[in-house]
């Protein structure tokens, strides 16, 4: 059994190897749909508001949340178990520590051999980018210029890197975080680890400023109400969201959402249970949007079985929603242990 730290995962593990293994997992799960089994995510709330309402511990601790991801892959010659163990700790960053931390084991289901234990911070973030990476690889207008990054935590450096890695020619990037130290210390690490992309990083007090001219949108909040409207935005404007991800949260607005050509989501369950931006728009009453319009997931995009109806999408907003799912874990993390068991990375354990 191999254990890799986070040192040992990020050293080997880039982008591009991220994208080009959940596309790959994407067209498998499309020809043999029974190779990959996901079940929905447990998902357990911590220190919640209703439970310590009346307790010191709530002054304390902000509710997070624990989730348990289990998901089985056939590669076509042999069948592995992943399982990530997430906690999601929103008071951490106060404490110089990572919003989310998690773990990972894979195991051989032919004989239960554990092998490898992980961490999955990274991992957790270079999937969850991988999958921005993936949408504006097929939904951005081809000639993208300029990113806004809405929300500069801990999400948003690798959300940035996926998507500079599918738009290699975008030279302008507006920050925007709702304390402007936080914008800065995204510029001065992000200049300072992601030195291969040759960018002009802006740091914008406002975020209508930071929107105004941006052909890509990131955003990575924990908001509870939509951040802009549609009428700050490119009327071509493409929309990665991956916050929000309970159904009380929400950081796209419902105009926004009516207006976009093409809502593509990144796992069609999790979504009508976790997604808070489309659950909202599809319960208010006065919004047209409903789930009838959603366009369908990632998979279909990847594949081309959405692209014959949506031809029209460059000339218009398109939305990406993603609430994550297990098999995309499973996947990257595979593709890890397999290169550890190769290369012998990490530690050996008996």
Known sequence: MQWLNQQAVTEHLNMQDAIDTIEALLHRQAE?????KSPERLVIETFSHELFSNSSNNSKHSSGSHLSMPATIYDGKQEYTA??????????PSRGLPTTTAIITISDNATGEVLAVMDGIYITQVRTAALSGIATKYMAKPDCQSVAVVGCGGMAYEQLNAVLTVRPEIKTIYLWNRSLEGAEQFKTQFTRDYEQWDVELMVCEQIADALHDADIINVATR?????????QIKP???????????????EISNDVIEASSIVIVDDLIGSHHEAGDLIQANDAPDCAWTWDDLSGDLQGLVTGALRENDTDHEQAITF????????????????ITQLAVQKNLGVSLS
């Open 32 to 36: 043999h749909p029974n190779w990959v």
């Open 236 to 250: 071509d404007a493409h929309i990665n969201a991956v916050g929000a991800y309970r159904p009380s949260m929400k």
């Open 223 to 231: 908001a509870e109400s939509g951040l802009f409207s549609v009428d």
């Open 320 to 335: 990406f929603k993603s609430v994550g799912a297990a098999s995309f874990d499973a996947a990257v993390a595979l593709y």
């Open 83 to 92: 399982v990530k163990l997430v906690t999601i700790c929103p008071d951490n």
